[in-house]
């Protein structure tokens, strides 16, 4: 018998494990991060994806740092228990079978959270419709909007199906999920045995929606035109009912639709909730910052030493503050034992030569334009001089380009073309194939943790958090969960540009890797190397400021109380 399920939880991705490509990026990981922090904290949650039996893709790079994309295939059933469950979605004039898959996450306790992956991949349905699950944002418009309705009306009917008939409230982890709204309604109008949807039935459902957004740009939602959804969605007779309500001028947009549905919306960072507001007018928008699983970020010379050190530390991440009375040598060995790790990890992978005692610096994202991978290398002669005169840097790159973006690719392979130079100052890497596991090694293993993506596009940013757990401080531009983390000097240093209105212009960009060569030849390469104390006070600072507040155990207690039952 199933346990009972209050809140379920649906996204697009979500980051299980390292070998489970069901995530793409920041999204899917913090999805994983949720759940992780709600079977701690023993809530009655459960998660709901589609099953991407072909993964997001494996990155390869050739010597020039191009890349070309593999599909992955993983065994399902070494990971996943087949569920009974059954249920079929409408999809133009075909009944589409789907089924499901279950992942038990068990969190500190015991408690456990499921997570049913979605699978159309069923013998009733036709070889295009079995595709249906296969990639995370794969396809064209119409291959997205089927997985969609998979996701959001299938999800359900799965979780009926499954016996769950009385959850309380339906978190939307981004737009994707949103047509669930439709099948809401659905249900509500049968129940009352009415005829029609109506937008009264908006009203009833939104109780129980809730629905937060990480897109900082309109360009970002999803958005389908009327035709297309008209097509797909011929049968579903709330969209058809409401879709003047629904429908924006020629659009389907999901993010309207989720923004329409709930009563509790949100942000992720404060700053994410200023520029929501403006982009969704008449909303009411709160924030609950973003935060990572401390356990899950932490090195395992990390967890050795706050389980010495900080017992609770796993079951109660607030009191990572004591972090500031451990003793500064043992602050220094743990992290070297992570950095030694990684070190060992690149020159293993990459035959990268890389020393363990100069100083390392880190920057992981997707490779895509907002996130100005190559803002560093503005100017690589000034850059190589820094190194000259004030101690030498390795930097250690990865990160992969969805496979359509085109400028994200060039990205890459600007930095390898960057790296290929021969230089003896400064020591570059790419690694391929970022995931959550060299994600895990690369931000434990670095001395300083770079970002600087273009303002006010990092919504939140996450894996400055998961650098901070492990000590590791940000060099970064003031923009998402960094303008509440950086207290300057203490927790790490800002990049910020207050003289002029950011833009993405050259002038305001090279401004930027001003203050970035600056603050890097002036107080943070010569504190590595002539003040250890002093850079090691900032590590611990890290941890006990930061680490003990942007995790997720903070953040599942906001939703509980603001969000999920307030
Ligand atoms: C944490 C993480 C991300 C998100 O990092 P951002 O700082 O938000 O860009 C993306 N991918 C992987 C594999 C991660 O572990």
Redesign the pocket.
């Known amino acids: 018998m199933n346990n009972a399920i209050s809140i379920a939880y649906f996204s697009m991705e979500i ?1 299980l494990e ?1 070998a489970i490509p069901t ?8 999805a994983g991060d949720t759940l992780r922090a709600a079977a701690d904290a023993g809530i009655a949650m459960a998660g709901i994806t589609l099953l991407s039996r072909k993964g997001y893709f494996r990155q390869h790079l050739d010597k020039e740092g191009w890349q070309s994309e593999e599909p992955v295939n993983w065994p399902v059933n070494d990971y996943l228990l087949p569920m009974d469950a059954q249920a079929s979605v409408e999809l133009e004039d075909r009944q589409v079978a789907v089924r499901a898959w279950r992942y038990d996450i068990r969190g500190s306790s015991g408690h456990i959270v499921p997570v049913y992956l979605l699978d159309t991949d069923v013998q009733d349905n036709s070889d295009y419709d079995r595709t249906l699950t296969d990639q995370l944002y794969g396809g064209d418009d119409y291959y997205r909007l089927c997985q969609e309705a998979i996701l959001g009306i299938g999800g359900i009917r799965i979780l009926r199906s499954l016996g769950h008939t009385d959850i309380e409230r339906y978190h939307m982890n981004e737009g994707h999920s949103s047509l669930l709204v439709f099948e809401l309604m659905a249900e509500l109008t049968q129940q009352l045995g009415e005829a029609r949807t109506t937008t009264e039935h908006i009203d009833q459902v939104r109780r129980k929606c809730v629905f937060t957004t990480h897109t900082p740009v309109a360009a970002g939602h999803d958005r389908f035109p009327v035709s297309l959804a008209y097509r797909v969605l011929k049968q579903c007779n709330p969209f058809k009912d409401c879709a003047e309500e629904v429908c924006c001028g020629n659009e389907l947009n999901l993010t309207h639709l989720a923004l329409a549905a709930s009563y509790y919306i949100n942000g992720v960072a404060k700053k994410h909730r200023e520029t929501s507001r403006k982009m969704f007018e008449g909303y009411q928008i709160n924030s609950i910052t ?1 935060g ?1 699983h401390a356990y899950t ?1 932490a090195s395992d010379a990390m967890r050795e030493l706050f389980d010495r050190k900080i017992p609770d530390w796993r079951e109660d991440n607030l009191s990572l503050r004591y972090a500031i009375s451990i003793a500064d040598d043992d602050i220094w060995q743990a992290h070297q034992q992570a950095k030694r790790r990684l070190i060992e990890y690149v020159n293993k992978t990459c035959n990268a030569g890389m020393d363990q005692s100069i100083m390392t610096l880190g920057f ?3 490779a895509t334009l907002y ?1 100005r991978t190559t803002l560093i290398f503005t100017d690589v002669d000034h850059l190589r001089t820094i190194a000259h005169h004030c101690g030498p840097l390795q930097i250690i790159f ?3 380009a969805h496979p359509k973006d085109s400028q994200g690719k060039a990205l890459i392979h600007e930095i390898f073309r960057i790296k290929n130079i021969p230089n003896n100052d400064i020591h570059i890497v790419y690694l391929p194939d ?7 090694l690369m ?1 434990a293993g670095v001395d300083l943790w770079l ?1 600087t ?1 273009l303002p006010p596009m ?1 919504a ?7 650098a901070a757990i492990n000590g590791v401080p940000s060099l970064s531009i003031m923009d ?1 969960w960094w303008i509440e983390g950086c207290i300057e000097g203490v927790t790490g240093w800002a990049i910020s540009n207050s003289e002029q209105q950011t833009k993405d212009s050259a002038p305001a960009t090279n401004h930027e890797a001003n203050i970035f060569y600056s603050k890097l030849e002036n107080i943070i390469i010569p504190m590595y190397y002539h003040n250890r104390d002093a850079y090691i006070e900032i590590m611990k600072n890290t941890i006990a400021i930061n680490g003990s507040f942007f995790n997720t155990e903070r953040m599942i207690s906001q939703y509980v109380t603001k969000a999920y039952f307030r």
């Open positions: 980051g390292s995530y793409s990026g920041g999204l899917g990981v913090l973003n990572v970020w992981a994202r997707r996130k990865a990160g992969k970022y995931d959550m596991e060299t994600g895990r931000t970002n993506p990092e939140s940013g996450t894996s400055g958090m998961k998402g």
